[in-house]
């Protein structure tokens, strides 16, 4: 008789879920129809089309892809920001798994450092961007030189704003991984012997994987779009003119790539740049899920 009634009472609860379940998520399927969906579809379709206005849109096939393919400059900001997405990629998760374990071994004063390292990441990418190039520029004028004249200057600058804003960030994820450790298996280490780098590599690291996958996730894709601190740090600059008298910016990004393309003068700019955030899209996708694809599988299931 109680399963019989507690079975009746989950029903009962489980009615009115089922009736007004839609109500409440109507509003946020339409929005997120409107505002995603849809002009994620148009977006695809346009990137096949000669346009000024979406009203106006002619459809040219693959032509927007055929020139994003052979525009130099697009060529250039992939290989760019392939480097700049790896490097950061790197720098941002050894620093943040440093700063996580050292905040997690009892010393004083953690709380604080967490928060300190923590703030940058409430600034926004415009702010920081022209806070940091103020900066180099600053620095750098006592030897002559200025950020948006070095191509060198530039990509190991956007390199430390993005660690600087990033870091903080990704450091509160490994804390979370890190005191989720079991302990058993800690204190089973000590009681074996085992030295602190075979503790970090053979206990610790796998367990705090799942971190692991998601900090380097989300580190890899915004590398990949990172495109507000391009523009207001570099702007793509310094630039080389090419022997047909066009310029390749040496410091643009593919996001930053796209929207100057877009635009630029001429009638077809706008659909090469649709053709061009296309690509942009299903390369990033791809990339993520090929990196959660591979680190999900060095997850310790617990």
Known sequence: MKKKKMSGGANALSKPLGRWGWFFLGPVFAAFCIGF?????????????????ISNAKFTGFDNYIAAFTDATFLRSFWYTAIFAIVSLVLINVLAFLVAYVLTQGIKGSNLF??????PNLIGGIVLGYIWSMIFDGVLSRYDTSILQ???WGFWGLIILLCWQQVGY????????????????LEAARIDGARGDQTLFRVIIPNVMPSITICTFLSLTNGFKLFDQ??????????????????????????LNIYQTFYSQGSTSPGIAQ??????????AGLGLAQLSITRKKEVQQ
């Not at 967490?114 to 703030?119: D, E, G, I």
């Not at 053709?275 to 990033?284: D, E, H």
């Open 37 to 53: 969906v849809w002009p994620f579809l148009q977006g695809i379709y346009l990137s096949f089309c000669e346009f000024k206005l």
């Open 114 to 119: 967490r928060t300190v390292f923590f703030m």
């Open 150 to 152: 070095e191509s060198g």
């Open 170 to 185: 990704m450091m509160i994820i490994y804390i979370a991984g890190l005191q989720a450790v079991p302990e058993d298996m």
């Open 230 to 255: 391009n523009l207001a740090l570099t702007a793509g600059l310094p630039f080389i003119i090419q022997p047909d008298g066009s310029a390749i910016k040496t410091t643009e990004m593919m996001a």
């Open 275 to 284: 053709a061009k955030a296309v690509i942009f899209f299903l390369l990033v």
